[in-house]
């Protein structure tokens, strides 16, 4: 991460959180613009027009950021802040993580079921284990995720990721490489510090972070 002195190339790739003042990585921050009528909204996609603003992907960061005037001043007028912010935002990364994990399935890079993620998991073909966060740690113990970090995603619930394999619930769900993959690995993390798990639930297989 760049405190100050970036290279060019870098610049675009790195934003500044209006809370902690802090730059880094655009795929850690949630982007918000101003609609006409004055009103914050989140741009998780980061595709709205106009200028826009930056806090860190946590749910406290976003509480302070509408609590203490913190938007008005990155947008430098008066905004309103819709009740609610940080729900709306988990609801809509819980809906990216669904529809991504989707097309990895749809693409042939998503599996799910305990005996078939084993099996990719055995064979190597797996760069991703996602376990249920509501699962329990008796059956998650039984697969150990893929050697390296960000290999292990915990912070979707079994009727979240249930969504993703068209099924009411899932426990076990392993993705191969891909552009995908990556895309999932980084919605998990905001998701995850939207979640409060940042440091608990998406991290390597030692740890706990999704």
Request: contains cysteine.
């Amino acid at each position: 991460m760049t405190r100050g002195g970036r290279d060019d190339d870098k610049d675009e790739a790195e934003r500044k959180c209006i809370v902690s003042g802090l730059v880094q990585p655009k795929a850690g921050l949630i982007r918000f613009a101003v609609s006409p009528d004055a009103e914050v909204v989140p741009d998780v996609l980061g595709r709205l027009p106009g200028r826009g603003f930056y806090v860190t992907a946590d749910r406290k960061a976003i509480e302070k950021a509408a609590s203490k005037g913190l938007f008005a001043r990155a947008a430098r007028q008066p905004v309103k802040v819709p009740d609610g912010l940080a729900d709306l935002i988990e609801a809509q990364l819980v809906r990216r993580c669904v529809d991504l994990v989707s097309m990895s399935r749809k693409a042939g890079l998503a599996v799910t079921g305990y005996e078939k993620v084993k099996d990719w998991l055995v064979k190597e073909k797996a760069r991703i284990l996602i376990q249920a966060s509501d699962g329990s740690e008796r059956g998650n113990a039984k697969l150990r995720p893929p050697a390296g970090a960000d290999s292990l995603i915990r912070c979707l619930s079994a009727g979240e990721l249930g969504l993703a394999f068209g099924r009411e619930r899932a426990i076990h769900a392993a993705l191969a490489a891909g552009g995908l993959t990556t895309r999932v690995v980084e919605e998990a993390a905001r998701l995850a510090g939207i979640r409060g798990l940042i440091g608990g639930e998406t991290a390597g297989e030692d740890t706990k972070t999704a």
